[in-house]
């Protein structure tokens, strides 16, 4: 069935280094794509959606390009810092008023 | 700005009991859901209501869960008598049709002993 998958973590880097978090998704049609963080002891955050291919959602830093021809929706982010500690969810949902259908999340770790 | 709140924020009950978890979406907004997160795994979409029906469903909201907005302001999630694996965080969002963006709350964590 239609799915989301991203990258297992933990993943662990220094401050400043370069961030992907690899997203792929299999669906029929073209669905929405959103990235969720989830800070330590709170709820989930919408960090950046896009909503049709070649679309490029991006806020705080974090980028994300919509590429239909690789169902894939990774995030970046050039110079992670440690307040970017948090699990990252990459997500579809396919109308406006449906589900959102979630990746298993990766837990990423900044240090000093 | 306004945002989702979520009663309680920890709610410990004995298996076999009744729970009901507490929701208070966005004032203007007319799309409700409840999702939940099992320690440790991905968030997993339960039931999705608007117009006072539930819209969708999953294969998770069996019988023993319903769902309710019996005033202008709550949404609730009762779950008729908790099993230990009903023990997740619940997370309530809300979605207006200005940006049909869905705002999660910050959730209730449920533990069945």
């Known amino acids: 069935g239609d799915s989301v998958t991203q990258m297992e973590g933990p993943v662990t880097l220094s401050e400043e280094a370069f961030l992907t978090i690899n997203c792929t998704y299999t669906?029929?049609?073209?669905?929405?794509l959103f990235w969720y963080v989830q800070y330590p002891g709170e709820g989930l955050q919408l960090l950046l959606k896009?909503?049709?291919?070649?679309d490029k959602g991006s806020n705080k830093g974090f980028e994300a390009t919509y590429r239909k021809e690789t169902t894939s929706f990774h995030l970046e982010k050039g110079s992670v810092q440690v307040s970017d500690s948090a699990v990252y969810f990459c997500?579809?949902?396919?109308?406006?008023?449906?589900?959102?259908?979630f990746g298993s999340g990766t837990r990423l770790s900044i240090r000093p | 700005e306004p945002e989702v709140t979520q009663t309680p924020s920890h709610q410990v009950t004995q298996m076999g009991q009744e729970v009901i978890l507490r929701c208070v979406p966005i004032s203007n907004h007319l799309y409700f859901y409840w999702y939940r997160q099992i320690l440790g795994q991905k968030v997993e979409f339960l039931v999705s209501?608007?117009?006072?029906?539930?819209?969708?469903k999953s294969e998770i909201f069996d019988d023993q869960f319903s769902v309710e907005r019996p005033d202008g302001s709550n949404f609730t999630l009762k779950i008729r008598s908790t099993k230990l694996e009903d023990s997740a965080m619940y997370f309530c969002a809300s979605m207006g049709t200005e940006s049909y963006e869905q705002y999660f709350g910050p959730g209730t964590r449920l533990t069945v002993t």
């Open positions: 209501f608007y117009n006072n029906e539930i819209s969708e």
């Open positions: 997500a579809r949902r396919y109308s406006s008023a449906s589900k959102i259908i």
């Open positions: 896009a909503t049709k291919a070649d």
């Open positions: 669906a029929t049609g073209y669905p929405s």
